[in-house]
Each structure stands twice: as structure tokens, then as C-alpha cells.
């Protein structure tokens, strides 16, 4: 943020939730970017450590949150299988925004408007982790095994490598 602009809701909230977790945080702060790999650097962080908060639907009023590796993407098929369901979908960024109160880009399960259930992918909890933080720019350097256990996820190898 740098230029002295009062934090968003989005982000009040999300800082709000860091800290009612009781998890230990880093806050970064950082301009437009327009790649991940900008994002880990101004982070501090190499791409693979940067975990995306992925909305996914199971049903109607049934989302969930995915964490993913920046260098990883979701594979469906684990994903299905781990939560036991033959359809997920992903909602558009009007729903997603609905049910989270957090625009796409900056989408993350603390401070969500529903505590809906997470779900990290196996690599988040072996390292130093950077989680989104409610705005654009900002985010939460924060130990992946810990992040994981505050939010009570559910632990599994539910990606495959991007591309």
C-alpha cells in the first residue's frame, strides 16, 4: 500500500480473521503485479510457496475452499474423489465474491463470510506459505503446517503441476 490509503474492508477482515486464529503472520504489502511469479518475488517467496484460495462448488449453497500451490493447479479427479462426489464446478466471480465477500485475486478463508470447509493440498503444510489477505497486494506470510491446522483442513494431494 505504501501510499497511506486506510486498509479495505476486505482486508480489515482477513487480518481480523489471521489474528482471531491465533496463527503467527507476516503481512506483506505490494503493488500491481502481473504475474506470479512478481507476486513471489515481492513477497519474498518463490512461486511454488504462494497458495491460492480456490472457491469451489459442491452444490447449491455448498462451496468449499481448495489451497493450491502457485506452481500447481487443481486436479478434479482427486479432488472428486477425496470429498466422494461425481460434479464440482468452480462459481463465477460474482458468486464466489457472494459467498466469501472477497473479490477473485483476493479470495482467502480467513475472514470468509461462511467458514466454509478447506481442503489443502499436501505441499502447503511441508513450507512457508504466502496466503492471500483480502485485498490486491496484500497477503499473509504464515508457516503452511500451522495454516493448515488453524484452519482446520483437510490434508490430501489434490493438484497436478500447471500446464
Given amino acids: 500500500m505504501g501510499d497511506g490509503a486506510a486498509p479495505s474492508e476486505g482486508e480489515r477482515r482477513a487480518i481480523a ?16 503485479v502481473q504475474s506470479l511469479a512478481e507476486a513471489a518475488e515481492a ?9 491460492k484460495t480456490i472457491v ?3 452444490g447449491d449453497d455448498d462451496f468449499l ?3 493450491v500451490p502457485g506452481d ?7 479432488l472428486r474423489a477425496l470429498l466422494g462426489v461425481t460434479r464440482l464446478s ?30 489443502a493440498d499436501s505441499r502447503v503444510p511441508e513450507r512457508r506459505v504466502s496466503i492471500g489477505a483480502g485485498a ?4 499473509a506470510n504464515v508457516d503452511g503446517a500451522a495454516l493448515v491446522h488453524a484452519l482446520g483442513a483437510t490434508v490430501s494431494d489434490v493438484t497436478e503441476p500447471e500446464g
Avoid at 513477497?43 to 497458495?51: F, N, S
Avoid at 500447481?72 to 482427486?78: E, F, N, V
Wanted: hydrophobic share 40%.
Fill in 65 to 67: 475452499f481448495v489451497l
Fill in 56 to 58: 469451489v462448488r459442491r
Fill in 136 to 139: 490486491h497486494g496484500v497477503a
Fill in 90 to 119: 468452480m462459481p463465477d466471480a460474482d458468486t464466489a465474491k457472494d459467498v466469501t465477500g472477497y473479490v477473485r485475486g483476493t479470495i482467502t478463508p480467513f475472514g470468509s463470510l461462511v467458514d466454509w470447509p478447506v481442503v
Fill in 17 to 32: 480473521g489471521l489474528e482471531a486464529s491465533g496463527i503467527q503472520f507476516e503481512v506483506t504489502r505490494h503493488g500491481p
Fill in 72 to 78: 500447481r493447479t487443481i486436479s478434479w479427479p482427486k
Fill in 43 to 51: 513477497r519474498g517467496i518463490d512461486p511454488a510457496g504462494i497458495v
